[in-house]
């Protein structure tokens, strides 16, 4: 029995628990800033390239040969070329040209790309491997040379220049949506709307497509950077938009000869060109943080 001469501890009663928020890290705000500022050069790059007219001072093929080779002042923002074009007017016009063509080749070759990869993941099969192998086989030549190959073999032109980047960005499509639709067809609500007697292309577009939208959203918006990369390239190499249109690549061409002595002509289209494959670079990796299900805590 216990000795009644020593003191009863009693037990003190719980305080009500109390859930301490983690401070806040610092990396989120890198993160939001980082999308702020991909984001508003993206808002003003497609600004520019929807409405040129509208922010050029000047024609940018008009040639004046008394101005030739300005360096930038309050009359030419950006100087002036060997021929006395204004290249604030040629810039704003070349990214007219170029987000038009990088925007055209990316929704060609996504969903092209993505159709193939959603059908040969979810039939498997022949298909697949054959889809596959066909990938494979994209994948292994090296864009820019599957590019000029293509170029020269059907001609100049606006339009075969998207079709050519096209069919040299599709295979990356298909191949991330055909691991997406591997993963998918063995869910759940793929199985049962199997059992309910759905078609192939009803499952396909109602339970696959769906949920691949957000893969092709983050693929797409960094795919932008690589073709405007690749068409600059071919512009660089004469197969590319065609003189008198201006383009970045084209304008980076013209100035290789003036380097010592107009830095501008071709420095100021490359910081353009850099910063724009930059902030789609940006806005693809906020998105892929923003629609991953592990990662939407961040922000």
Known sequence: MPDAS???????????????????SSSHLGRHLQFGLAAAIAVVLVAVALFPSLFAPLDPNAISLS????????EHWFGTDQLGRDMLSRVIYGASVS?????????????????????????????????????????ALPAVILALVLVGAIG???FNLILVLSLANWARFARVTRSEALTLRSRDF??????????????????????VA??????????????IILEATLSF??????????????MIADGRGYLETAWWICGIPGIVLMLTVLSANLLGDALRDWLSPTMTRAW
Not at 67 to 74: G, H
Not at 214 to 227: E, K, S
Request: with cysteine.
């Open 99 to 139: 987000l038009f063509v990088a925007f055209c080749a990316v929704i060609l070759a996504g969903i092209f790309g993505a159709l193939l990869g959603i059908t040969a993941g979810y039939l498997g099969g022949t298909f697949d491997s054959v889809a596959m192998r066909l990938t494979d086989i994209q994948l």
């Open 67 to 74: 101005d030739t080779l300005k360096p930038p002042s309050a």
């Open 156 to 158: 100049f032109s606006l």
């Open 190 to 211: 793929v199985l049962l709307a199997k059992l309910a007697g759905a078609s192939r292309i009803r499952i396909i577009h109602s339970h696959i497509v769906p949920n």
């Open 214 to 227: 957000n893969t092709f959203i983050v693929l797409a918006t960094l795919d932008v950077g690589i073709i």
């Open 237 to 250: 190499l004469g197969l590319g938009v065609q003189p008198p249109t201006p383009s970045w690549g084209a």
């Open 6 to 24: 020593l003191p009863v501890l009693r037990q003190r009663p719980a305080e009500p628990s109390m859930t301490v928020l983690p401070p806040r």
